[in-house]
Structures are given as structure tokens and as C-alpha cells.
């Protein structure tokens, strides 16, 4: 019904930024919160950020505020992840969701829609 393909992932040097991008196919996804999650091998998936369907709304891990930014572009269906000042502890796959409901939320149990994930490598 909806599809989600994550873009702009790669290696990058500690101290550096990259923009993540997340283009949505099929159902409209602006009446629906979305998120960024993020496993690396052998950890649990961990939530990154999200924002309500408004875009008014936006809700970071502790780990990640004030380097990471998440905004979205309903008319482009998409939603996009600003990294900056990237750590090497920040190397993982990055997964983008849609929630099945507006209100921006952690829990991953409450996107209904995941992308196929995009491999982030920060190198020391």
C-alpha cells in the first residue's frame, strides 16, 4: 500500500555531516507521523527521531540532539534526516517509518511502514 526507499547513506569521515532522504510511494504518507531508527550488527533497533504529520512536532533521542535534524515535505512525500557533527558510534543501518497515527512517537510498534534501510559508516 506504501513504500518508503531510503537514500544518501555512505561512509564519512567523524565530524561530518550527511542528509538521509526518504521518498514515499503509493498512499499519501501526510497524515501519518514518521521516524528514523537505527540498528547496528548485533543491537537492538534504537529510535533516532520523529515528527508529527503537521511537521510541527519533533522528538529526538538524547544521543542525537543538537547534531540531527528530521523534516519532511508533505507535497514531495518525503522526509529527510540532517546528520552533523557524525560520530563513530552513530554507524548503523538507517530505517525510515510511517506511524499509523499523526502524533510522533518512539516506539516502534507504532509504524506501520518501513523503508528497507540505508548503511551509515562514520569512520574515527
Known amino acids: 500500500q506504501v513504500q518508503l526507499v531510503e537514500s544518501g547513506g555512505g561512509l564519512v569521515q567523524a565530524g561530518g555531516s550527511l542528509r538521509l532522504s526518504c521518498a514515499a510511494s503509493?498512499?499519501?504518507?501526510?497524515?501519518?507521523?514518521t521516524g528514523w531508527f537505527r540498528q547496528a550488527p548485533g543491537k537492538e533497533r534504537e529510535f533516532v527521531t520523529s515528527?508529527?504529520?503537521?511537521?510541527?512536532?519533533?522528538y529526538y533521542a538524547d544521543s542525537v540532539k543538537g547534531r540531527f535534524t528530521i523534516s519532511r515535505d508533505n507535497a514531495k512525500k518525503t522526509v529527510y534526516l540532517q546528520m552533523n557533527s557524525l560520530k563513530p558510534e552513530d554507524t548503523a543501518v538507517y530505517y525510515c517509518?510511517?506511524?499509523?497515527?499523526?502524533?510522533?512517537?518512539?516506539?516502534?510498534?507504532?509504524?506501520?511502514?518501513w523503508g528497507q534501510g540505508t548503511q551509515v559508516t562514520v569512520s574515527s
Open positions: 515528527i508529527s504529520a503537521s511537521g510541527i512536532t519533533t
Open positions: 503509493g498512499r499519501t504518507i501526510s497524515t501519518s507521523a
Open positions: 517509518a510511517a506511524a499509523t497515527s499523526a502524533r510522533a512517537t518512539d516506539r516502534g510498534n507504532e509504524y506501520g511502514y
